[in-house]
């Protein structure tokens, strides 16, 4: 920690320093969502260094910068990461060795809430475009289109800044808020790029098949379209 | 001519190896405390998430240091509780003369996580002192046990376990199945739709 008058760094004394820290809760509210999350991808992020590509030159980002220079849309991207590291009290073209860590957890799999799975009888056809039946006893099978896959939760994991040696950013809590919100975009970009969408969609195949033949099915079939 | 005795030679041998040893084993411990692990992590999820509850909390920090240095901040902040069954741990569906019997296991809290974009900043003072996330990340860390507490008794399982059988009711329902059994592996039992 850093505690300085006029440069002389002071003594850490215990007590010349107080902490105090309070919460309640104001209010809550309660939701239905319907989620079958299959694939989970859990990133540890370093900001900016995780954004940009590893040859970057900061200083180049800078002349853009100061200059409103427009360019192109990577160009542009850069010069919103570098206001966003400016904004956060960091400036990379001067020194390389300030970033923030965080951890972004993100999961896929099928968002069931609102479609005809959640409630069939809604809908005047049913699950029927989707569900189909053949055959009976041992040899009965099943072919099913599933909805693809997409993200269906993405969130920062909360972190103790005093139980990691991570370095303890100068941030203040709407700083914090403005970083992430700022990043969440371009780590949904990341995840679906390492191919979050088609893990889930696989996994979700290989789980409901399985419940599916547990509970009787000889064969369970997946079809790209509706039935 | 008499030998000098106790060379100092010796001296600087018994009294150098411990301070090389401590020296070393200073710069072991120092070593180990920086290096942090950073490993992504990527793993199949089986989990039906069937419901969720906000908690928006108000949190005041202040920290007092060196006798000058005053920063305060005051902020509300989401809290964001998942309910639902972790599949993974069995869920079965076996047909029991005319009807389906549905076993799984009770819903639980599968996740727990303050919404950063939720942040609502009244106030951050800062006197002789920029405010650092450990100023304040350290108690959002800590509310979330509370939240726990508080979300187990309220009645969020319940509704996550009643909207999972409403979901797997309707599908087999649709499906011409009409007479359903429940058994929840774990807190409840089972029931009849």
Known sequence: MDRYIAGISLPSLSFW??????????????????FLNTSEYRLKLIFPHDFVDRDLSWWAVKEMYERGFEGDE???KLVEVYRACLDVGIDPAVDVYDFIILTAVVKAGINISGTVFENPSRYRDGLDSYVRIKGEGVEKSLSLH???????ELYIEDRKPSEDNFPDAKLTPGQWRD???????????????????KDADENGRALVGKILKDSGFAEVYFRERKL | M??????????????????????FLLSLELR?????????????????????????????????????VDKRSLFTI????????DLSS???????GNRIVVTYPYPKILSIDADESSIDEYFALERFGKIRQSDYLNKVYDERERIRSEALGSELLERADRNLQNLISGILHDRGIEEIRYQSVGKGGGSES
């Open chain 1, 74 to 76: 990577n160009q542009q």
């Open chain 2, 90 to 96: 069995g869920f079965t569906l076996k047909a029991d």
């Open chain 1, 146 to 152: 599933l909805p693809p896959s997409q993200i269906t």
């Open chain 2, 2 to 23: 008499r030998k000098k005795a106790s060379s100092p030679r010796y001296f600087y041998l018994i009294f150098s190896v411990p301070v090389v040893l401590l020296v």
């Open chain 1, 17 to 34: 320093s107080h902490r105090k820290e309070s919460a309640y809760t104001v209010a809550e509210e309660i939701g239905d969502l319907y």
């Open chain 2, 78 to 85: 989401n809290y964001i509780v998942t309910a639902g069954v």
């Open chain 2, 32 to 68: 180990d405390k920086k290096i942090e692990e950073a490993a992504n992590k990527i793993r199949r999820l089986e989990e039906l998430v069937t419901a969720r509850q906000i908690y928006r909390n108000v949190i005041y920090t202040e920290v007092k240091e060196s006798l000058i």
């Open chain 1, 179 to 197: 970083l992430v919100s700022f990043l969440q975009p371009g780590i949904r970009e990341k995840v679906i790029r390492l191919g979050i969408l």
